[in-house]
């Protein structure tokens, strides 16, 4: 266990800090916005980076217990509410600050080029198995990119 250990480069001193388990759920309660309600829902969505959910509903019903204000789904696809719905972590839908709906977008374009160019290997790549495979054996070579396959004999 560390006592006063620095942290480099800062000169802050660090001790470890105690806590049980009552105070450390407090503090997620706190951290998730369930302690303190919000004034309204885009200062819910700020404080949490996003909110995320399964459909519409669901991210509506978890900033209602996270604010004051009243809200129904209507008055969250409204511009005044400061709002916007994305999909972009996983596909699943998300509510962002419209201001930062840009940054989540280009934080996921790598996640979603992926995913469509392994399709689109993988859909090449049934295409033209049929064509490689004579009697067992792969007797041609198919590459696309840097994913694909290559192999002149293969016995199974």
Do not use: C
């Not at 800062?10 to 919000?38: H, T, Y």
């Not at 400061?82 to 972009?88: A, F, K």
Request: positive net charge.
């Amino acid at each position: 266990m560390y006592d006063k250990e620095l942290v480099p480069g800062l000169g802050l001193e660090r001790s470890p800090v105690k806590i049980n388990l009552r105070q450390a759920a407090l503090w997620n309660l706190q951290q998730l916005g369930l302690m303190e309600p919000f004034a309204t829902a885009g200062e819910v969505v700020h404080s949490l980076v996003a909110v995320q959910a399964q459909d519409f509903e669901a991210a509506a019903a978890a900033l209602a217990l996270r604010t004051t204000e009243v809200l129904d789904a209507q008055t969250l696809l409204k511009p005044q509410s400061g709002l916007v719905r994305i999909w972009t972590v996983r596909g699943t839908l998300h509510l962002v600050p419209a201001a930062e709906a840009a940054y989540h977008q280009l934080a996921t374009v790598g996640e979603w080029f992926g995913r469509w160019y392994l399709r689109k290997v993988f859909l090449s790549a049934a295409r033209v198995l049929p064509t490689m495979l004579r009697d067992g054996r792969i007797v041609g070579t198919w590459r696309k990119g840097k994913a694909g396959i290559e192999a002149d004999w293969f016995e199974p």
